[in-house]
């Protein structure tokens, strides 16, 4: 199995800045994603960005401009830099990695974090 451990969560000024990290360890050949998710009580969990094993980036359009996702494969560590943050950027967010588990598997499975809490006050 594959474990994915967050950092960096907690409380932020509105406007202020945060950086999330998560860390995957465990069954890892390849990581052919990475990225975050966050959710709010009584909405849809929803991409905020994400990055490929090519760099290959996709974002929310909620967030563009503001939040640059990264990743140090070395380290199998994807980032979120959080700039200009908003009351709205308030979640629970998930880091998600779609992994190749062994050199001789060709299939990729997902696996998600635990969560952490971002709060932006006003």
């Known amino acids: 199995q594959v474990q994915l451990v967050e950092s960096g969560g907690g409380l932020v000024q509105v406007g202020g800045s945060l950086r999330l990290s998560c860390a995957a360890s465990?069954?890892?050949?390849?990581?052919?994603?990475m990225g975050w998710y966050r959710q709010v009580p009584g909405k849809q969990r929803e991409l905020v960005a994400d990055i490929t094993d090519g760099g290959s980036t996709n974002y929310a359009e909620s967030v563009k401009g503001r939040f640059t996702v990264s990743r140090d494969n070395a380290k199998n560590t994807v980032y979120l830099q959080m700039n200009s943050t908003k009351p709205e950027d308030t979640a629970v967010y998930y880091c998600?990695?779609?992994?190749?588990?062994?050199?001789?598997?060709?299939?990729?499975?997902?696996?998600w974090g635990q969560g952490t809490q971002v709060t932006v006050s006003s």
């Open positions: 998600y990695a779609r992994v190749r588990p062994y050199s001789t598997t060709t299939y990729t499975t997902g696996f």
């Open positions: 465990g069954s890892i050949f390849k990581i052919n994603t």
